[in-house]
């Protein structure tokens, strides 16, 4: 039994550092894909939002969020916000093939931050997991 205590605690360590960096490129995948779908003014990106906690360019999104009442309601919201962010991005001049070097920023039980570079700025995104299921639960950008 001691002959195996020796090798797994030897290489532990690297298989949860590969099972990291595994979990952390999806993540990378994902806040991708609903950034160009969210610039795109795609409604594919409201289901991959976390309306309830979501904070975008400093505000605190979901906190107004859960103030809405009705389903009907809520769904007007996020058809309202994913249309007004692509309207803004594109009157900014954004398009989302102008980003590159996207990277995992920070990584760690909660969350995966993904950020990206323009030559406007870095635009950070923030990937958590709720009920099983990732979603973007922050939007930022760094000039």
């Not at 195996?4 to 952390?24: D, G, H, N, R, Y």
């Not at 991708?32 to 610039?39: G, P, R, S």
């Not at 906190?63 to 249309?83: D, Q």
């Not at 692509?86 to 950020?115: C, I, M, Y």
Request: hydrophobic content about 45%; proline content about 3%; aromatic content about 10%.
């Amino acid at each position: 039994m001691r002959v195996l205590a020796i090798p797994l605690a030897i290489v532990m360590p690297f298989v949860f550092t590969q099972c990291e960096k595994v979990e952390s490129k999806a993540d990378m995948s994902f806040a991708k894909n609903t950034f160009e779908a969210l610039a795109r003014g795609d409604a594919k990106a409201r289901s991959a939002i976390d309306w309830g906690t979501l904070e975008a360019m400093g505000q605190n999104v979901g906190a107004a969020y859960v103030l809405i009442p009705s389903e009907t309601e809520k769904a007007k919201f996020e058809e309202a916000f994913v249309t007004q962010f692509a309207a803004s991005f594109r009157q900014a001049g954004g398009t989302p093939d102008q980003f590159a070097n996207w990277r995992v920023s920070h990584h760690d039980d909660l969350k995966t931050e993904v950020a990206a570079d323009s030559n406007g700025g870095t635009v950070t995104i923030t990937v958590t997991e709720r009920d099983g299921k990732e979603r973007v639960s922050g939007l930022g950008f760094i000039r």
